[in-house]
């Protein structure tokens, strides 16, 4: 007798449906899973049998192959423990397994029957939907992540019994109801910190806001507890928030890596991931056996955030120059290639040399001379070019410390920086993958950052006098169009050009001492 039932496959962030068909024939006693099937598939037979054993149901002993279409894919992980133990009952005449044709259906098996929770539940439960199943049966834990996704009857389990009594009598189970827009709305604007936890810094608070305008990637440098870690901590906070479609996407990358918490629903606030110096360039930017999202991408529509750069490893460092500036990235294997996306803003720290106290106001730096030069010289050129502002950043004096008066809230920041957003989504309405001033390119560039003559003397001149390099030419346009837009202005003005020179501090030749 052959039963069929779906199953579903992740490659990348999106899913494939998979046919899964159980024969059982009356010769020999051999169990054969074919389909391309990995090593945790194969070892599904034992967590199967001993489910379906202590439930009082009998495990053919008869020849049984399981099939698992398209057999050119590879079938990898233990979530098909589920529907390949339904099909089985079903075709050794145990139970009706008509409907089973109708759902999508993964799980994994421990072996007393209980269900455990799986990877990637909101790309199968989009792939459900889009192939009209009735509904899509799974974990549990899992449920409530697959429910944001409409139109589409979403059951969660937790034991094999529940499955099979609902496939026996329809309606034991309820599909789970989730509203989407209320649960994402309800809690966009909780955050646990704030900008005006900051004590002074009040010009790097200004620099974070620019940044955070713009989309603009930035570098603080600065000596051990001056503030950048908490700065950057908090540049989230600002940022404007996720749309619903945005949220789905950052949903979907967090649930196939399986970092979504446990009975999560949907991501409803920008990702800060801070990755240590230590990771490897496959964590940080995806890859594997099977490809897995890194760091760069799970930080996709929000804040990767680099403490200590120079520690990095310099190989890991390079392969995110491509990813910046493409917003995905691609990993390809022999037989298969996957995209990731990786839409983030890049926030690093460093300490401006060794012991870190190099121009320190009251500490004095005892590396040899030298030292600092080559301690920025960890960090390559091509990666400083992706970053546009430079800030340094200095110890807060004792007397700011101590002060009891509050600085902005992020809330009050956040609005100015959502207005300036809106002025770049209305100027690059028409270039398609444009969003914010971070992302222009030359050509567009030369449109909206163009100088009048007070504006063109003083870059000129500011060039020559603090012998900045080229490459902040660019950069400084850049962000004055930014500066530009949170004063609402339309043309650039000289005070914009001066407050973006204030950024390029590692550009100028004699920051070196």
Not at 154 to 167: A, M, Q, S
Not at 408 to 427: G, T
Request: with cysteine; proline share 6%.
């Amino acid at each position: 007798m052959i039963v069929k039932t779906f199953g579903s496959a992740v490659q990348g962030v999106e899913a494939i449906s998979i046919v899964i068909e159980i024969n059982v024939a009356p010769k020999g006693t051999k169990f054969y899973i074919v389909g391309l099937p990995d090593n945790a598939v194969k070892e599904s037979e034992r967590r199967i049998e001993s489910a379906i054993t202590n439930l009082g149901y009998r495990f053919p002993r008869f020849r049984t192959v399981v099939n698992m279409a398209p057999a050119d894919i590879r079938k990898a992980g233990s979530a098909y423990d589920l529907p390949i133990a339904l099909c089985l009952i079903a075709a050794s005449g145990q139970i009706n397994g008509e409907q089973l044709q109708h759902y999508t259906i993964m799980g994994e098996l421990s072996l007393d029957g209980t269900i455990l929770p799986v990877r990637g539940a909101l790309p199968m439960a989009i792939q459900a939907r889009q192939e009209g199943f009735k509904g899509l049966i799974l974990p549990a834990q899992n449920a409530r992540e697959a429910a944001m996704v409409n139109n589409l009857n979403v059951y969660g389990v937790t034991h094999l019994r529940e499955v099979i009594t609902f496939f026996q009598e329809p309606g034991t189970l309820q599909p789970i109801q989730v509203n989407t827009r209320e649960e994402f709305f309800s809690t966009q604007h909780h955050f646990d910190i704030d900008f005006n936890d900051v004590k002074g810094q009040y010009t790097i608070k200004r620099a974070m806001e620019i940044s955070a305008a713009g989309g603009h990637n930035a570098l603080l440098i600065g000596p051990p507890g001056a503030g950048k870690t908490m700065l950057a901590k908090r540049l989230c906070t600002i940022l404007p928030p996720l749309s619903l479609q945005e949220a789905l996407e950052t949903t979907k990358i967090h649930s196939v890596a399986g970092k979504l918490p446990v009975h999560a629903s949907l991501i409803t606030q920008r990702p800060f991931r801070s990755p240590h110096h230590t990771i490897s360039d496959t964590a940080l930017v995806g890859g594997g056996t099977i490809p897995q999202p890194g760091e760069i991408s799970l930080a996709h529509n929000g804040v990767l955030f680099l403490d200590e750069l120079p520690e990095f490893r310099r190989k890991a460092l390079e392969v995110m120059r491509q990813p910046i500036e493409e917003r995905k990235v691609t990993i390809s294997r022999a037989k298969m290639s996957v995209d990731f996306p990786a839409g983030f803003m890049l926030i690093a720290s460093m300490n401006p040399c060794p012991c870190g106290y190099f121009n320190h106001p009251e500490k004095e730096c005892t590396c040899p001379p030298g030292m600092v030069q080559r301690y920025l010289n960890k960090v390559s050129g091509p990666l400083m070019d992706r970053i546009d502002l430079q800030i340094e950043v200095t110890p807060v004096p004792v007397n700011s410390l101590l002060e009891h008066t509050t600085g902005e809230s992020s809330e009050v920041i956040r609005q100015r920086v959502i207005e300036a957003r809106e002025i770049q989504i209305q100027r690059f309405v028409a270039h398609t993958g444009i969003h914010c001033n971070a992302q222009m390119s030359t050509k567009l560039m030369n449109i909206y950052c163009k100088l009048d003559t007070p504006s063109g003397t003083l870059l000129r001149n500011a060039m020559n006098k603090l012998k900045l390099s080229a490459r902040a030419y660019d950069r400084i346009l850049k962000v004055s169009r930014t500066i530009a837009d949170l004063a609402a202005e339309e043309n650039i003005q000289p005070m914009h050009i001066a407050e973006a020179i204030q950024y390029r501090s590692l550009d100028r030749e004699n920051w070196w001492g």
